[in-house]
């Protein structure tokens, strides 16, 4: 009597030799890694390095030259359709100036869930109504967007992917020009959809807070120059390479911090 095993499940983020080209500028060459369900992965790098064109290929907004982006073992297409995926974009690339409240914002994540009509049902409306209790905008849902201050948006995109019940959530530089207390609220929640079992890939340059953060980091200067855990990767050599001298000292890795 044969025992049959199964498979372990395809990752959440798999890419294989991604290569992105701008007018003859290399965005990404030759990029790939895969992250696992249940991880909360920290992409580093200095302004112009690649970050959000990774973002943007694995939205599938951009078309690479070469290479292949898959998501739970199905193209971006795909999983966007399922509404697996959530995309928290830089605050420069969203129209602020839009009449849309905060709470329409975050039912839009419900659009997959309902019919032709895009009639909210009772589920969508406590699924919206949940997910900005989890952020800390219940107050705020009547409020028109652009009048929100910086990371309260950033929360109201986060709690659009909640709402959207997406297994896998891409932020874009999130703590850019938050304060502290949207920070912290941020990385909790984070940390509390990694235990969920949901898979995070952000953006950040707050080097020092990664480790408390992130169970992977990728350090990406438009190829992969490290990637592992994030003491592995942020050692000052690897900064160095990536930041220049100055970067190397911003922070100090975990593991040496441990035996200050």
């Known amino acids: ?17 991604l290569s992105v080209h701008y007018d003859g500028v290399v965005a990404l060459d030759n990029v790939g890694f895969t992250l696992e369900r249940g991880q909360v992965c920290g992409l580093i790098g200095v302004n112009g390095s690649g970050k959000s064109t990774l973002f943007k290929s694995l939205m599938g907004l951009v078309a690479p030259q070469r290479g292949t982006v898959t998501l739970f073992d199905r193209a971006h297409a795909a999983a966007r359709k399922e509404k697996l995926v959530a ?12 009449p849309v409240s905060v709470g329409d914002v975050v039912l839009m994540g419900r659009y997959a869930h309902m019919g032709p009509a895009r009639r909210a049902s009772r589920a969508d409306r ?3 109504d949940h997910a900005l ?36 959530l891409l932020l874009d530089e999130p ?19 990694k235990e969920e079992g949901r898979t995070v890939l952000v953006s950040t340059h707050d080097l020092a807070g990664i480790p408390q953060l992130c169970d992977r980091a990728i350090l990406l200067h438009h190829s992969i120059l490290a990637e592992g855990i994030p003491a592995a990767v942020l050692t000052h050599e690897n900064l160095a390479r990536a930041f220049g001298t100055a970067g190397s000292a911003a922070v ?3 593991s040496e911090r441990q035996g200050a």
């Not at 995309?87 to 839009?98: A, G, I, L, M, T």
């Not at 309260?152 to 995109?157: A, N, P, S, W």
């Not at 703590?175 to 959809?193: C, I, M, P, Q, Y």
């Open 1 to 17: 009597m044969t025992t049959r095993t199964s498979s372990p499940p395809a990752p959440a983020i798999s890419v294989r030799q």
């Open 87 to 98: 995309y928290v974009p830089q605050s420069e690339d969203v129209d602020w100036n839009f």
């Open 126 to 128: 406590s699924a919206v």
């Open 133 to 168: 209790d989890r952020v800390g905008l219940a107050d705020l849902r009547h409020r028109q967007i652009g009048e929100l201050s910086g990371g309260q948006k950033k929360r109201t995109f986060v709690a659009r992917g909640i709402a959207q019940d997406a297994q896998l």
């Open 175 to 193: 703590f850019a020009g938050v304060d502290k207390a949207s920070e912290a609220t941020l990385v909790t929640l984070l940390r509390e959809l």
């Open 252 to 254: 100090v890795p975990a």
